[in-house]
């Protein structure tokens, strides 16, 4: 199977996410099915978006966990493990704002010297599919998503602070992106 495709990365997600995290692994088939829905705005891009999708909390796993921010592991094992194409490694590592839980875990130097200060195009679509997705798979609107986050975390929480930093910028990408899917008729 040829690397750097969403069925390459679906099934390496799913060796690594479906039996150690059976509810992360619901949330990557939701992102992922997220993705598809995209096809038709992205044209040539729609097999990498659904790629990253399958592979956005990759770094969760188990065997995977290195410095334990999930963006910078995964990143850091497809492009290490896998020579994964830069653009999939970008998105991995930068996404849903990740730049900003990096600074708050004093990983942000690391995060821009191996994948670029910026995250790469696609990353509002990416943001669109992770944030409109629950934990369990479901379609949610990213409020929801958000309010989920920091439920679960907690008052205090370095993702609590980081998720209420990201959330304006968060919710901008994520309505950008539906706004485009209502001009395109696809909704």
């Known amino acids: 199977m040829k690397k750097n495709t969403a069925a390459w990365a679906r099934d390496l997600a799913r060796k690594h996410l479906e039996t150690p995290l059976p509810r992360r692994w619901a949330h990557t088939q939701g992102v992922a099915r997220q993705a598809r829905t995209l096809a038709p705005i992205l044209g040539d891009q729609a097999d990498l978006l659904e790629a990253a999708a399958w592979l956005h909390d990759i770094g969760y796993a188990p065997d995977l966990v290195s410095t334990g ?92 602070l980081a998720i209420t930093n990201a959330a304006p910028k968060l919710v901008a990408m994520v309505h950008a992106v539906g706004e485009d899917l209502t001009k395109s008729g696809v909704d």
Do not use: K
């Open 69 to 160: 921010f999930h963006p910078l592991d995964g990143g850091r094992y497809l492009r290490d493990t896998h020579n994964a194409n830069d653009h999939l490694c970008q998105l991995v590592a930068h996404h849903s704002c990740a730049l900003i839980e990096a600074r708050e875990r004093s990983l942000a130097g690391r995060l821009i010297r191996e994948f670029g200060p910026e995250a790469p195009p696609l990353s509002d679509s990416l943001v669109y599919c992770d944030m409109t997705t629950g934990p369990d798979g479901m379609h949610v609107s990213v409020e929801q998503r958000l309010t989920e986050i920091l439920s679960r975390y907690g008052t205090g929480h370095l993702v609590t």
